[in-house]
């Protein structure tokens, strides 16, 4: 596993709520980023219970999460170590339930 590898999965394992994104959760970078915080506010999510990495800081990072989880693009939701998926899949599961289930505390 190479050192950007280990270096996400450690992040996936230490974070309960992690949001791979472009910007941050106070100041997202592109529309599917803030909706992605927004999806997770309306689940009640406290945003400081959100542990997000900002993949314009670090192209290694950038492009090392989508071989990760073989995934195409950011922003990239991983809840209790599990990849959920991008702000399309966020959006259908919030819709269904399915998101808010996922998120509540064990």
Same mark, same amino acid.
Request: proline share 5%; net charge negative; glycine share 8%.
């Given at each position: 596993?190479?050192? #950007?590898?280990? $270096? ?8 309960? *709520? =992690?949001?791979?994104?472009? %910007?941050?959760?106070?100041? &997202?970078?592109? %529309?599917?980023?803030? $909706?992605?915080?927004? *999806?997770?506010?309306?689940?009640? *999510?406290? &945003?400081?219970?959100? #542990?997000? *990495?900002?993949?314009?800081?670090? /192209?290694?990072? $950038?492009?090392?999460?989508? /071989?990760?989880?073989?995934? &195409? #693009?950011? &922003?990239? =939701? +991983? ?12 959006? /259908?599961? +919030? ?12």
């Amino acid at each position: 596993m190479s050192d #950007t590898q280990q $270096r996400i999965a450690d992040l996936v394992k230490s974070s309960e *709520v =992690l949001l791979f994104m472009k %910007g941050t959760a106070a100041f &997202p970078q592109c %529309g599917f980023s803030g $909706r992605a915080i927004q *999806v997770l506010k309306a689940c009640g *999510v406290e &945003p400081k219970n959100i #542990t997000t *990495v900002n993949v314009l800081e670090d /192209e290694a990072i $950038r492009q090392g999460i989508k /071989e990760f989880s073989n995934w &195409p #693009t950011v &922003p990239q =939701l +991983y809840v209790k170590g599990e990849f959920i998926g991008g702000s399309d899949i966020m959006m /259908e599961m +919030y819709e269904s339930g399915e998101l808010q289930q996922a998120l509540k505390p064990a």
